[in-house]
């Protein structure tokens, strides 16, 4: 019989780094070369990080194998858990465990959390646009790592840095949510990104859904808040057992970034030139940053995903570029998609390259009368500083087609 497990998720999450919920449910596929092959029973066991066997549900008469009831003690925040599964065919037959499969729990309680939410200390025009913010802290470890998770999310969107490094592949984090009922937050592996002695993390802020314009008819800005803020909380075990936590809290640093403006209709302009170079590693000369303040925050709208994230999922190559009726350069992707385009180009500081997108052409001109009220206009300033590659943070457009205004030189497809 070649009968086996695959696949077993935890709320249907292949990756269960930091679940949100206590009990999470399971389900795991069965591969047969048997076509009448039939599940009459499974059993589950648990394991701890060290490979002790914690819990076994023992024998359960059931067929079902897609959101099987946790059948063990509650995890308590942060535990990591392992867990295979074995089942019976209708005949009795039994397969061989599974691998195991892990699960961590993310910070079930408010309680769990002692960072507290950050904002810029600098006052703002709500009613005008504003720069993305970015925000700094360094610290320092006296041993390797052992293991590190960062726990994180923001009012507003965010990508993170440690030492340099964007941590993780999400795109425009935390998402859109009815953040004053639910916000989630997100819990990243960097073990890998820490080292012993000097540190920084570095986070830049964008306005996202929580104070962008949003809405029918021109939509208004502002709806969930008027200030964009950080909620980030470390926790590093050491080699020697010792544990450290780096908390968003008013010892950070903060200042306007080159994100001079975001919008998720309108699009992004990012100037180059106010990029603080070194700013996401450690040895920064932060001392002329300003400081941050606290501010105030619902700690139980906090919780964990129970869903993918969005990431980048594909690299198109634009398949054409031409010119319209009127001159202007066209660049055609040979299909309509969501998604933003990323720019290598080298030429002189302060050069402003122009992308507008669209779905469709009309007259063979980009057709921006569908877009209605949504500008889909990024801007990149460049800093003049050799090769400069760049794509939007804070934005996304639908599209297939992209005007291209101010480009050095000859754009070519490669």
Do not use: C
């Not at 009459?40 to 897609?66: D, H, M, P, R």
């Not at 903060?254 to 603080?276: C, M, Q, S």
């Amino acid at each position: 019989m070649n009968t086996r497990i695959e696949r077993i998720r935890f709320e249907h999450l292949r990756e269960a780094l930091g679940i949100g919920v206590s009990e999470p449910r399971l389900s795991w596929i069965v591969q047969t070369d048997q076509p009448d092959w039939e599940q009459s029973a499974y059993e589950i066991e648990s394991f701890s990080l060290s490979g002790e066997k914690l819990e076994q549900s023992g024998k359960i008469n059931s067929s079902k194998s897609v959101l099987v009831p946790w059948p063990f003690s509650p995890l308590t925040s942060r535990q990591r858990v392992g867990v295979r599964v074995r089942v019976w065919g209708k005949d009795g037959e039994v397969t061989d465990w599974s691998d195991l499969a892990w699960v961590e729990a993310g910070l079930l309680s408010p309680e769990d959390w002692r960072a507290q939410f950050i904002r810029p200390g600098w006052d703002e025009d709500a009613t005008k646009p504003r720069p993305g913010p970015l925000m700094r802290k360094e610290f320092s470890l006296p041993e390797k790592v052992r293991q590190a998770r960062l726990y994180i999310t923001a009012l507003g969107v965010y990508e993170a840095s440690l030492n340099g490094k964007v941590i993780g592949d999400q795109v425009m984090p935390p998402g859109w949510t009815s953040y004053h009922h639910r916000l989630r937050y997100q819990v990243y592996d960097v073990t890998g990104l820490l080292q012993e002695g000097a540190n920084a993390i570095g986070v830049m802020l964008g306005d996202g859904w929580f104070r962008g314009r949003l809405g029918f008819g021109g939509g208004r800005v502002n709806i969930y808040g008027e200030h964009v803020a950080l909620l980030a909380q470390l926790e590093a075990e050491l080699e020697n057992g010792e544990k450290i936590w780096v908390t968003s809290d008013e010892s950070w640093k903060a200042t306007r970034g080159p994100i001079v403006y975001n919008n998720i209709y309108d699009g992004e302009i990012y100037d180059a030139r106010l990029e603080p170079i070194g700013w996401k590693e450690p040895g920064f000369n932060d001392h002329d940053w300003p400081g941050v303040i606290k501010t105030d925050w619902n700690y139980h709208t906090l919780f964990a995903p129970l869903e993918p994230p969005v990431r980048r999922i594909e690299i198109l190559e634009p398949k054409k570029i031409f010119l319209s009726p009127s001159g202007k350069t066209l660049v055609d992707f040979g299909q309509n998609l969501v998604g933003r385009l990323r720019i290598t180009v080298k030429g002189t500081a302060g050069t402003t390259i122009t992308l507008r997108h669209a779905e469709v052409l009309e007259n063979g001109e980009l057709a921006t009368r569908p877009l209605r009220y949504a500008k889909a206009t990024d801007q990149y300033i460049l800093k003049g500083e050799g090769v400069e590659t760049w794509e939007p943070r804070f934005t996304f457009h639908g599209f297939r087609y992209a005007e291209v205004t101010g480009w050095p030189g000859e754009l070519k497809l490669e």
